[in-house]
Each structure stands twice: as C-alpha cells, then as structure tokens.
C-alpha cells in the first residue's frame, strides 16, 4: 500500500473535475474547517499548528460522494473526513493538506422505526433523537456533543457518552447495526457492512471509506429527570454514584461525580452547588426518583436541584456539563486545564470496592493538579468509574509523568494528547481494519499520517 499521498498536485483541474458539487477555497474558511478541539491539549496545538487542507468539498448525496472519492483517487489527493469537528485528537486536522469532505450536507433520515434507525452521515445526534422520540424511543448513547456532533462523526471518532451506563461504548456489540462506506478506489464504490463487520470501521477516525449512511439501534424513551446532588466528602460521592449505578432497578442515562473545585467552573449551576462541596449530576427516569432520597441519604448527600423531564427542553441541560463539556467549561475559566480520559478497573467480586480504593488514592496523591471527574458506565457487562480528569498543566514530562503513574497502578488511559491512533485509545489497530484499509484505499489517501502501522507499513 503506497501510505504518502503526493504533495503537489493540480488544484484547478481537481476543483474542474468536482464541478457541480459544493467547494470553499476561501482560506479563512478552509482553515477553521481543518480543525477540530484537539485545541484542549496543549500538547497538539504546536504539533498540529499550520495544518490545513487546500479546499473544502460538501457533498449533498451518495452520488456526490462518490464523484469526489473518483476526482481525489484520479489526482491522488490526500482526503479528510469531517463532520461538526468536535472530536479533541485532531482527526479531522489534515496532516497533509488536500481536500476536506465535509458531511455535513447529508442530513435526510431515511427511516425511523422501533428500535433501530437509518440516518445519512450529517445527521445531528440532537436531529435523530427527536425523531425517533416521536415514536417511543431515543438514542442508546451520545456525547455532551450532542446538539452538534453528526452521527458519522460520532461512529469515526466517538467512543460513548450519555447513555453509557445502560448500553456499554459504542463499539460494543450491538451498538452499532450497519454502516455504508463509499471507496478510495480507482473506480469508487459503495460497501454496506452489516453485523460484526461494522466494527472494520467503527472508531477509525477516517481512514476507512468514506462513511455515508449508519444504521443504529434505538433505546425505549424514558421521561428524564435532572438532578444535582452535593456532598461534603469527594468520596462519599464516588460511592454514592458506585451505588447507584449498581442499582440496576434504577433506569439511569447519565452519573457524573466532580470534585471540588471542579463545580466552580459551571457558572449556570453555582448556586445550587456551594463552594467547597462535591456534586453528582444525574439523569433518571422519573419513575426511578422515588428511590433515590434514600440512597442520597445513605451516603450523606442532599439534592439541590430537580428539573422533571416535562421542562427537559427549557433552559439549562445537565448534559452539557458532562463529559468533555467539563472540560470546555473549565477551560472557559482557565485556558492553562487539559484533561485526561480513564477507565478504572471495574469491581470484580473478589475485590470489591476495588476501583474506588483507587479512585480515592489517586485523588489524595496528586490533589488539585488531577482533578477527579468521574462518569460511570458498563464495561463488558460490569459497572466502571470511566474519568475525565481536569489537568493543571506545566509541561509534556510532567503530563506523561501523571499518565504512566495511573497505567501503572491498572488505569486504562486513552491519550488525548496524541493524533497517532496507536497512541491514544487503541494501542494497537485491529488487523481486520487494516485488511479492509488496503482494499478501500489502495492508494492511502485517507487522512494520512495518523497512524504509525500505516506509515511504516
């Protein structure tokens, strides 16, 4: 597989040959479509500065697509896939210029039904699930990305989100139903995966076809309440959310646990927050509510806040301080934070209570520079505190000193401070992507240098 993309090439004859679609050459333009959030890391930002691609293309349709997949093969122009652009690793920065396909044009739903849906790639998450709300159900899962993030953009670059504490990560099996990818090829043409095969290009980050429809599974809509409770003690809310989230005759969508100061950056939810406490932001069915004064009082809590799912749409969404939002709303107040992202160990019954022994050593060891951000989800069929901890940052060393510090004490870290896929969440490609790589983009055109098997291969 030829793996470097020319670096030259005709601009004018390119752009002659995608006549009929969408293109921006406007440089300001095209530069603030050839990024993403990878600006949270302070690590990227000189690494990635200057990268940019040569145009922009926006394609209405399949059709379109596949004339732009022929135009770039035909004068082999490096290709990178974007959506919204609010992934965090520079997935969507071209390494190498080119052209940028922006999806975000597709935006049709061809149907709805109960329990799985099919939306073309620009399809906004916030979109589908209204949709299949008007039936009875909702999406399984999303990032506090929600309102903007496109559904492609989530199965390329996406893990999991709100949602995950009933349904696993995205790449899971089952969370993903079918998806319909457009080749790099000579002669362009549509696969449609279905099944295990999905998983070729689940979380691919763009190097795998160009990704024009998803097939996904629905959840049954649940009335989802919104609730902020605070704690005096950062470890009684880490129990408080264990707790919960192991009562599995509670339907949850959403367990975040922050500890102080980290509340103080959600300007909107201060004053249900006092200065000093630790607070856990939750989404639960409201026929779930009746049980949770209880355990808040179990563990020595007391709710703030309570929106019912009626005023769900109105005002303030607790959703959007999870997450990653976390981060974007600390580093509102403090550009100098960056984050990490963590899975603890999940509970094994020979060591229960395990994860949150750990949880709370390393909250004590590295204090106010690390930052205990807590989102509980299921990981192969058990509950894990999953972190996206708020950084003090000083330097690279200091930052890969604190990363091996938890990987040597058993936390899993996805890198954020990488574009190399290897080096982030994946460590290692699976060989099945790699096989399909090699038929899908012969040439190696799909968003270049992002991964170190790719380039040495």
Same mark, same amino acid.
């Given at each position: 597989m030829t793996t470097t993309p020319v670096k030259s090439f005709d601009l004018d004859a390119l752009t002659a040959s995608l006549e009929g679609i969408e293109t921006i050459t406007e440089p300001t333009q095209v530069a603030k479509l050839s990024q993403d959030y990878h600006t949270f890391s302070p690590v990227l930002v000189p690494k990635l500065e200057g990268k940019v691609g040569d145009l922009v293309v926006r394609p209405a349709n399949q059709q379109e697509v596949l004339k732009v997949a022929a135009a770039c093969v035909k004068h082999r122009v490096p290709v990178t896939v974007r959506g919204a652009g609010t992934g965090n690793y520079g997935q969507c920065v071209p390494l190498h210029g080119g052209v940028i396909i922006d999806m975000t044009r597709m935006q049709e739903i061809p149907w709805v039904k109960p329990g799985v849906a099919r939306v073309e790639a620009g399809v906004k998450l916030a979109a589908l699930d209204k949709k299949a709300r008007e039936i009875g159900w909702e999406m399984r899962m999303a990032p506090s990305t929600y309102r903007t993030a496109t559904i492609a953009g989530f199965v390329a670059g996406g893990s999991g989100g709100i949602g995950s504490i009933q349904y696993g990560l995205l790449g899971d099996r089952g969370n993903l139903l079918a998806l319909q990818v457009v080749t790099m090829e000579d002669e362009p043409r549509v696969i449609e995966l279905r099944g295990d095969?999905?998983? =070729?290009?689940?979380?691919?980050?763009?190097? #795998?076809?160009?990704?024009?429809?998803?097939?996904?599974?629905?959840?049954? +809509? $649940? &009335?989802?309440?919104?609730?902020?409770?605070?704690?005096?003690?950062?470890?009684?809310?880490? @129990?408080?959310?264990?707790?919960?989230? #192991?009562?599995?005759?509670?339907? =949850? =969508?959403?367990?975040?646990?922050?500890?102080? &100061?980290?509340?103080? $950056?959600?300007? &909107?939810? !201060?004053? $249900?927050?006092?200065?000093?406490?630790? +607070?856990?932001?939750?989404?639960?069915?409201?026929?779930?509510?009746?049980?949770?004064?209880?355990?808040?009082?179990?563990?020595?809590? *007391?709710?703030?806040?309570?929106?019912?799912?009626?005023?769900? +749409? *109105?005002?303030?969404?607790?959703?959007?301080?999870?997450?990653?939002?976390?981060?974007?709303? +600390? !580093?509102?107040?403090?550009?100098?934070?960056? $984050?990490?992202? @963590?899975?603890?160990?999940? #509970?094994?019954?020979?060591?229960?209570?395990?994860?949150?022994?750990?949880?709370?050593?390393?909250?004590?060891?590295?204090?106010?520079?690390?930052?205990?951000?807590?989102?509980?989800? !299921?990981?192969?069929?058990?509950?894990?505190p999953a972190a996206l901890q708020l950084v003090r940052y000083s330097t690279e060393e200091r930052l890969n000193e604190i990363i091996r510090y938890h990987e040597e004490r058993g936390v899993f870290i996805a890198n954020p401070h990488t574009y190399i896929i290897e080096d982030g969440g994946r460590k290692v490609i699976d060989p099945e992507q790699l096989k399909f790589k090699e038929m899908v983009d012969p040439y190696g055109l799909m968003n270049p240098g992002k991964s170190k098997v790719l380039e040495f291969k």
């Amino acid at each position: 597989m030829t793996t470097t993309p020319v670096k030259s090439f005709d601009l004018d004859a390119l752009t002659a040959s995608l006549e009929g679609i969408e293109t921006i050459t406007e440089p300001t333009q095209v530069a603030k479509l050839s990024q993403d959030y990878h600006t949270f890391s302070p690590v990227l930002v000189p690494k990635l500065e200057g990268k940019v691609g040569d145009l922009v293309v926006r394609p209405a349709n399949q059709q379109e697509v596949l004339k732009v997949a022929a135009a770039c093969v035909k004068h082999r122009v490096p290709v990178t896939v974007r959506g919204a652009g609010t992934g965090n690793y520079g997935q969507c920065v071209p390494l190498h210029g080119g052209v940028i396909i922006d999806m975000t044009r597709m935006q049709e739903i061809p149907w709805v039904k109960p329990g799985v849906a099919r939306v073309e790639a620009g399809v906004k998450l916030a979109a589908l699930d209204k949709k299949a709300r008007e039936i009875g159900w909702e999406m399984r899962m999303a990032p506090s990305t929600y309102r903007t993030a496109t559904i492609a953009g989530f199965v390329a670059g996406g893990s999991g989100g709100i949602g995950s504490i009933q349904y696993g990560l995205l790449g899971d099996r089952g969370n993903l139903l079918a998806l319909q990818v457009v080749t790099m090829e000579d002669e362009p043409r549509v696969i449609e995966l279905r099944g295990d095969d999905v998983q =070729k290009v689940n979380h691919a980050w763009g190097i #795998n076809g160009i990704i024009t429809e998803v097939e996904i599974p629905l959840g049954p +809509a $649940y &009335p989802w309440a919104e609730v902020i409770v605070t704690f005096p003690e950062f470890m009684a809310a880490a @129990s408080f959310g264990q707790a919960l989230a #192991n009562a599995d005759g509670m339907i =949850k =969508k959403e367990i975040s646990i922050f500890a102080s &100061p980290i509340p103080q $950056y959600f300007a &909107p939810l !201060r004053e $249900y927050i006092p200065d000093g406490t630790h +607070a856990a932001l939750l989404m639960l069915a409201e026929p779930s509510l009746e049980f949770l004064p209880g355990l808040v009082q179990q563990y020595g809590g *007391k709710i703030t806040y309570q929106k019912p799912a009626i005023d769900a +749409a *109105k005002g303030t969404h607790l959703g959007e301080f999870t997450w990653n939002h976390t981060t974007l709303h +600390a !580093r509102t107040v403090d550009t100098s934070i960056t $984050y990490l992202q @963590s899975i603890f160990p999940a #509970n094994v019954e020979t060591k229960p209570g395990a994860s949150l022994q750990l949880v709370e050593q390393l909250y004590h060891h590295f204090g106010d520079e690390v930052m205990m951000h807590l989102e509980f989800i !299921r990981v192969n069929g058990a509950i894990a505190p999953a972190a996206l901890q708020l950084v003090r940052y000083s330097t690279e060393e200091r930052l890969n000193e604190i990363i091996r510090y938890h990987e040597e004490r058993g936390v899993f870290i996805a890198n954020p401070h990488t574009y190399i896929i290897e080096d982030g969440g994946r460590k290692v490609i699976d060989p099945e992507q790699l096989k399909f790589k090699e038929m899908v983009d012969p040439y190696g055109l799909m968003n270049p240098g992002k991964s170190k098997v790719l380039e040495f291969k």
